[in-house]
């Protein structure tokens, strides 16, 4: 499967910002979808997960309550709504996806199979 992300840009601390990741192919849901990011300088980490159902979602303790991970496997597409930006937030931020049918949401980058290219969020104070 092949992943494609977009929707990053610059935008002020407290502001919002959408990402989407649509992937190719007619399997899409079977794969869980999970969102990771990379700040300079820094580890690339897990920031949000959610299974091939949609029914069970995952997040990163500091993202709780300002991020939401959506899917519509109709379009290929999950989204991750970011609200509350904070310049922590800044990075590069690359969706990912799982083989088929696995039912572990993982937060590891090493549960996840397939990787597109990022899409950068620049959050500024």
């Known amino acids: 499967v092949q992943l494609q992300a977009s929707g990053g840009g610059l935008v002020q601390a407290g502001g919002s910002l959408r990402l989407s990741c649509t992937a190719s192919g007619r399997t899409f849901r079977m794969y869980t979808m999970g969102w990771f990011r990379q700040a300079p300088g820094k580890e690339r980490e897990f920031v949000a997960a959610i299974s091939w159902s949609g029914d069970t979602t995952r997040y990163k303790d500091s993202v709780k309550g300002r991020f939401t991970i959506s899917r519509d496997n109709a379009k290929n597409t999950v989204y991750l709504q970011m609200t509350s930006l904070e310049p922590e937030d800044t990075a590069v931020y690359s969706c990912?996806?799982?083989?088929?049918?696995?039912?572990?949401?993982?937060?590891?980058?090493?549960?996840?199979?397939?990787w597109g290219q990022g899409t950068e969020v620049t959050v500024s104070s």
């Open positions: 990912a996806a799982t083989k088929p049918w696995t039912v572990v949401v993982g937060v590891k980058l090493g549960e996840y199979d397939y």
